[in-house]
């Protein structure tokens, strides 16, 4: 997230955008022809110039005007062609480029696994995939173009320069070269910085972004202004950075500016002297200062384009940052089928798992078998690691030892696509996204008929209040749409857990935020559709393990004991000792 631990050249950084441009190298080398070209229509008309004030001026003969003057105006008119021909055959290649990328980032961030998300900000990724890649794309649209047009101006002014005259062509040039090392110190120096930046701008998206998402924390707890401390810090760092860029820049600046002006006085110098001792025409220095005044822009814009170059280059190291983050949780090489049909026999052997190496164990040799159309509950103290169990069955997370099996295949031998079928989730936290109700639903499968929407919203006890929403099913939820309470925002979890009709269904505490009444209305729903599958759920209140056929402990990375409820009361004083922890009615507690 911060600045890469090998730090590569621009150049290095810009040469990954191979891949991406190759397809569209024809459109590129044809932009760079037309701005060839239209510089090189440019540089002629000091020579034509040249030409006039030798010629027909010199010798007071207006007739011999007529040509050159066509000549300038037809020069002119190709320059004016050639810059619209360029602009109009570059736009497809680098928007196209833009978009591929954008779409292979969003693509790969989906592949990549649970544990990516946790450690990245999001600010940073929304940085990324959009400030970034437009940063990108005026790279290759249009600094890469002049940074190699301006080198061959510069190169074909300097010939024009010597051929007109030797020593005008040198003083142009030995005021152009020191910018050659100016230029590389500031490159150096200017790339850290213009990574720095870039780097605090995603800070600050991730400030804006969780501030927004918890307006309502944030000001139940009145710590709007504590938030607008932090992201004024972070706006002032920022504009440090900024800072710190202009300085540098602006040293360039003050040499690009002085030295082509020196290089002018040379030009005069040497030109008078000249034409006094009558070893050059008027025509000569006229035309040499035309072209000298020509290269104004392709000397001055070395800075800036330099300058965007290395915010390209910082903008392609942040970029491959992510996608050279390995999709760790992925389908196998030699993926076996699924058993069909399936049962959703799911059993737990040895199952080890760690965050990373080198952490906490968090399950050191889980043995659980829920058998099929069994609903066994999962319940411990919190941090025990009920979450993470549920999350290996889906491989959100890959287990680190042992394995888990569905009718006695590997899970991590399915192909996902295959195993997220057969297995679905709920989550403590349900999750709505800024969709209509129907596309929330549907998302817990490929596809989905109003009729299988309509009867998981009333298995979820869902469909009541679906159908009093203004559109119904059309309505639009999550943060642009209408706002639900947590029990409505639940029982549409739950629909989208089951509306694909899983063989496994994981459900991590899905009924904590229902009021105890709308509990009992799921509850019933969940009895039925629970009957025809295999269930693991997480319980963290007692109501929630009256559902389930049996119960499973878990304490210390182990499951301490599995039975029925009144089985696990009646002998386990550790399951008696959790259960008044927990938040529990009387009736349920005995
Ligand atoms: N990314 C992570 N890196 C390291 N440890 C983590 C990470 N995420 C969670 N943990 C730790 O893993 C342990 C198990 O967490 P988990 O959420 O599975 O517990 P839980 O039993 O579901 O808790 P609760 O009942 O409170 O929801 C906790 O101690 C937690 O702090």
């Given at each position: 997230m911060k600045q890469a631990e090998q730090p590569r050249s621009a150049y290095q950084s810009l040469w990954r955008l191979g891949p991406y441009a190759r397809p569209w190298r024809r459109y590129l080398i044809l932009g760079i022809i037309a701005t060839v070209g239209g510089m090189a229509a440019g540089l002629t008309i000091p020579l034509v110039i040249q030409s006039i004030l030798d010629g027909p001026i010199a010798r007071g003969e207006i007739s011999g005007l007529l040509w050159p003057v066509l000549a300038v105006a037809l020069l002119g008119s190709a320059e004016a062609g050639l810059f619209y021909f360029r602009r109009k055959v570059l736009a497809r290649p680098t928007t196209h480029i833009e978009a591929r990328m954008r779409r292979d980032l969003y693509a790969h961030l989906q592949r990549l696994p649970v544990s990516f998300h946790d450690r990245w900000q999001s600010g940073q990724l929304l940085s990324r995939a959009v400030a970034d890649l437009s940063t990108i794309r005026g790279f290759i649209a249009f600094v890469a173009i002049f940074l190699v047009v301006n080198s061959l101006t510069l190169l074909g002014g300097l010939i024009v320069l010597f051929g007109l005259n030797f020593w005008l062509g040198l003083t142009v040039l030995l005021a152009a070269l020191p910018l050659i090392t100016i230029s590389t110190v500031f490159e150096r120096k200017y790339k850290v910085v213009a990574r720095l930046a870039q780097d605090q701008d995603g800070d600050l998206a991730t400030t804006v972004e969780e501030s927004a998402l918890g307006i309502r924390v944030l000001k139940a707890f009145g710590r709007g202004p504590h938030l607008a401390g932090k992201f004024r810090k972070q706006a002032k760092l920022l504009r440090g950075t900024e800072l710190r860029k202009v300085r540098i820049s602006s040293l360039l600046w003050g040499a690009i500016v002085l030295l082509p002006e020196i290089g002018i006085a040379g030009q005069l110098l040497v030109g008078t002297t000249g034409i006094v001792n009558g070893t050059m025409t008027v025509g000569t220095l006229v035309a040499a200062m035309a072209v000298a005044a020509y290269l104004r822009w392709p000397t001055d814009s070395i800075g800036w384009l330099l300058a965007e170059t290395n915010m390209a280059a910082a903008a392609a190291d942040r970029y491959f940052e992510v996608m050279d983050e390995p999709v760790t949780v992925a389908d196998p090489a030699d993926a076996k089928p699924a058993a069909?049909?399936?049962?959703?026999?799911l059993r737990f052997s040895n199952v080890h798992f760690r965050h990373s190496e080198g952490s906490k164990e968090i399950l050191s040799g889980v043995d659980l078998d829920v058998r099929p159309g069994e609903t066994v509950a999962l319940v411990g103290a919190t941090g025990s690691g009920k979450t993470t169990l549920t999350a290996l069955v889906p491989r959100l997370a890959d287990v680190t030892g042992g394995q888990i099996t569905i009718d006695g295949v590997n899970v991590a031998d399915m192909r996902l696509a295959d195993l997220r079928t057969l297995v679905s989730m709920a989550f403590e936290e349900p999750v709505l996204f800024s969709a209509s109700v129907r596309e929330n639903v549907a998302l817990g499968t490929g596809e989905a008929t109003d009729e299988q929407v309509w009867q998981a919203l009333r298995i979820a006890q869902a469909d009541k209040f679906v159908e009093a929403l203004p559109w119904g099913l059309d309505t639009r939820i999550g943060e642009q749409g209408l706002s639900l309470s947590g029990g409505q925002r639940q029982r549409l979890a739950l629909a989208r857990a089951i509306v694909g009709r899983p063989s496994v269904l994981v459900l991590d505490?899905?009924?904590?935020?229902?009021d105890v009444h709308t509990e009992a209305e799921v509850e019933r729903a969940l009895r039925e559709v629970l009957s025809g599958v295999t269930a693991l759920v997480v319980a963290h209140r007692p109501s929630t393990v009256q559902l389930a056929d049996r119960v499973a402990m878990l304490a210390d990375g182990r499951i301490a004991a599995v039975g029925t409820h009144s089985e696990l009361l009646a002998s386990n004083p550790a399951y008696r000792k959790l259960l008044s922890t927990l938040d529990a009615p009387e009736e349920v507690r005995a």
């Open positions: 069909s049909p399936a049962r959703g026999h505490d899905p009924l904590s935020a229902l």
